[in-house]
């Protein structure tokens, strides 16, 4: 996809990760319409790109359905969506509450589904379906039984996504492993395990927007060479 003029809604841009790609969608000239559920940090944004603001909250119900249309009216349609979207919550399987959980799975794979499934319906031929899972969704991590559940649904989904829709829409997975994001001290509850030395995501965001432009599926974090590889 050609990044100029191309108009694109950026879920979670409120957060680290999402607020970096939607800037260096911005940059690259796409028209981005910014999506998040903390109003303060997405009027930040928004003013900062002149970029118009739609609130998402997965909790919500119809809220992905309403963000999609929001962002349509406001781009005059859509070409592309990044899903930036997500929370943790650490702990070993039977241990974490059972709303907690509830929340993950919502948060990272049902509420996702939904965005993406709505924005289908609104993109035309050569559309693109931007998602970040993580390392945990290819290698399910001990003391991460529900988060890594969470992106491994994400995951297959985009799987299926990309194999049905293989002629018109580019689907890319972006899988990195642990970015210094401040991420793991927003979870919902529990103790972070030791961490491996966190990746720049700075060169995540330069990565995914290469992927995007040359047509690449995935985006991924080679555990063994600790680097990116797109593919």
Do not use: C
């Not at 492993?177 to 030791?194: D, I, Q, V, W």
């Amino acid at each position: 996809m050609e990044i100029s003029d191309s108009r694109i809604l950026v879920a979670g841009a409120t957060g680290q990760l999402g607020g970096r790609l939607a800037r260096a969608l911005s940059a690259g000239g796409a028209k981005v319409a910014v999506a998040g559920r903390d109003p303060a940090r997405l009027a930040e944004i928004s003013a900062e790109l002149g970029a118009p603001a739609v609130v998402l909250d997965f909790s919500v119900e119809g809220s992905p359905a309403e963000a999609v249309a929001e962002a349509v009216a406001e781009l005059d349609g859509l070409d592309g969506l990044v899903v930036a979207t997500g929370t943790v919550v650490f702990g070993r399987a039977g241990e974490v509450p059972a709303a907690i959980e509830s929340e993950v799975m919502e948060t990272n794979a049902v509420g996702p589904v939904s965005l993406i499934s709505a924005a289908l319906g609104e993109m035309g031929p050569g559309g693109l379906v931007v998602a970040i899972t993580g390392v945990v969704a290819e290698f399910p991590t001990a003391g991460m039984a529900a988060y890594s559940a969470s992106k491994s649904a994400l995951a297959a989904y985009l799987v299926a996504l990309r194999r049905e829709r293989r002629r018109d829409i580019t689907v890319i997975e972006v899988s990195p492993g642990h970015m210094e994001t401040g991420f793991a001290s927003r979870a919902l509850s529990g103790e972070p395990p030791a961490m491996p030395e966190a990746a720049d995501p700075d060169e995540l965001v330069a990565t995914v927007v290469d992927a995007i432009e040359s047509g690449r599926r995935e985006v991924r974090w080679d555990t063994k060479e600790r680097v990116l590889r797109s593919k």
